[in-house]
T-cell receptor, first 108, second 114 residues
């Protein structure tokens, strides 16, 4: 079983839609949690860290449920520029463990 | 931009050859991590170097080796290349060897093995 699992999509949504991504992780010793964004053929970039209390950054809201080992990302009012692959990332020790990514395409 | 640079940007090698990839960390960062990203997959952790010592290693064979220099730049060496080594190789720099700091990724080196 992969350490981090996420639905690969693709998610095709119209501009202005709300979209939610989910992710589960298998190792309860995981220490930190993140969402990264990766544009086609580019490097991953940190979108936001994820905390149990939930955190928001503009149109983006992330949530962590340690009991269920579940992480979510909500994007409100989708923009064309949000089209990318969203990577769920869990840190355990020195390594970042990435999911396969969920592909999002926002259409006009 | 993160300030992390990698060279070369693209590379084509044949099976059995050896390759060296290079990474310059962001100014002030003393830790470099290397990742392999195959097509359609998320990055996989190869290893991390902190102050010139290997700090941790993922599930990669010994033909993947590395080095970190006194200026904290780093090299990834892969011997006896296999077709499955074709991937985007990413390095990430961070400050401190505890693993708690944000890792900033470079643009990657795309390796094709024929």
């Amino acid at each position: 079983r992969k350490e981090v699992e996420q639905d690969p999509g693709p998610f095709n949504v119209p501009e202005g839609a709300t979209v939610a991504f989910n992710c589960t992780y298998s190792n309860s010793a995981s220490q930190s949690f993140f969402w990264y964004r990766q544009d086609c053929r580019k490097e991953p970039k940190l979108l936001m860290s994820v905390y149990s209390s939930g955190n928001e950054d503009g149109r983006f809201t992330a949530q962590l449920n340690r009991a269920s080992q579940y992480i979510s990302l909500l994007i409100r009012d989708s923009k064309l520029s949000d089209s990318a692959t969203y990577l769920c990332v869990v840190r355990r020790g020195y390594a970042l463990n990435f999911g396969k990514g969920t592909s999002l395409l926002v259409t006009p | 931009e993160t300030g992390v640079t990698q060279s070369p940007t693209h590379l084509i090698k044949t099976r059995g050859q050896q390759v060296t990839l290079r990474c310059s960390s962001q100014s002030g960062h003393n830790t470099v991590s290397w990742y392999q990203q195959a097509l359609g997959q998320g990055p996989q952790f190869i290893f991390q170097y902190y102050r010139e010592e290997e700090n941790g290693r993922g599930n990669f064979p010994p033909r993947f080796s590395g080095l970190q220099f006194p200026n904290y730049s780093s090299e990834l060496n892969v011997n006896a290349l296999e077709l499955d080594d074709s991937a985007l190789y990413l390095c990430a720099s961070s400050l401190g060897g505890s693993g708690t700091d944000t890792q900033y990724f470079g643009p990657g080196t795309r390796l094709t093995v024929l």
